[in-house]
């Protein structure tokens, strides 16, 4: 049985910072990518963040790169997003998922969490 426990999140400010957290437990030795995603109110699941096991890269959406980052934590088996300079559109809930392929569609992720409310707001 494969978790993905969420933390973090909450209320800030345009401009600020603010960090989610992800932890995987389980059998998750076989899935070499763990990634975020975000929803927001009416609009699909977006791609945020991806971290590849099997060569260490990265990759971001266009509407974060260059403000979030993600750091792995293989020890700890957790994956970190750290977001700054916050927009009001980067509001939503944010997605933990753990798969088999760094892409940004949805569906071809295999494990979630439950999700965690974001809101950037004045």
């Known amino acids: 049985q494969v978790q993905l426990t969420q933390s973090g999140g909450g209320l800030e400010r345009p401009g600020n910072s603010l960090r989610v957290s992800c932890r995987a437990s389980g059998r998750t030795s076989s899935m070499k990518v763990m990634a975020w995603f975000r929803q927001a109110p009416g609009k699909e699941r977006e791609f945020v963040a991806a971290?590849?096991?099997?060569?260490?890269?990265?990759f971001y959406g266009d509407p974060v790169k260059g403000r979030f980052t993600i750091t792995r934590d293989f020890a700890k088996d957790t994956l970190d997003l750290q977001m700054t300079d916050l927009k009001v559109e980067d509001t939503g809930v944010y997605y933990c998922?753990?798969?088999?392929?760094?892409?940004?569609?949805?569906?071809?992720?295999?494990?979630w969490g439950k999700g965690t409310l974001v809101t950037v707001s004045s």
């Open positions: 971290h590849r096991e099997t060569d260490d890269r990265t």
């Open positions: 998922t753990l798969g088999w392929q760094a892409t940004t569609v949805p569906t071809t992720y295999t494990y």
